[in-house]
């Protein structure tokens, strides 16, 4: 578990938050954030991979570096309360658009027990084009 929160703080260190056009706008790795939604229990969050070819790593680690950055957004807020945190990986603005999951998408579960607090276990469904 330490070096699991570990590598999310190593990780958050590489990322940048950017203010574009007077909105505040989420932009990590250079991708930007197409959808931040927080409901009671739940955040889904959508990134924009710009047509870029990556490999299954490196889609992991962007929806990885994607789940530390909102983790730390909402870990207030968020508290003790179980919570699911899911991250989809588009290929483009028209891919989101169209509700099209391009690149797959990783599930974490948040505060999963009493005995795992913070981001712990995870699904994951990428898809690598190209």
């Known amino acids: 578990m330490k070096k699991l929160a570990f590598l999310m703080l190593l990780?958050?260190?590489?990322?940048?938050?950017?203010?574009?056009?007077g909105e505040e706008k989420l932009t990590i790795l250079g991708l930007d954030v197409l959808e931040e939604t927080v409901y009671y229990g739940e955040i889904t969050v959508g990134i924009d991979l710009a047509s870029a070819e990556y490999t299954e790593a490196e889609l992991l680690e962007i929806a990885n570096g994607v789940a530390t950055q909102i983790y730390l957004k909402y870990a207030e807020s968020i508290g003790q309360t179980k919570t699911t945190l899911r991250v989809n990986l588009y290929d483009s603005v028209t891919s989101f658009e169209a509700?099209?999951?391009?690149?797959?998408?990783?599930?974490?579960?948040?505060?999963?027990?009493?005995?795992?607090?913070?981001i712990g276990s995870k699904t994951v469904e990428l898809i690598v084009i190209g």
């Open 99 to 118: 509700e099209t999951i391009t690149n797959g998408y990783v599930i974490y579960q948040i505060n999963e027990s009493p005995t795992q607090p913070g």
């Open 11 to 21: 990780l958050v260190s590489v990322f940048t938050l950017a203010a574009c056009g």
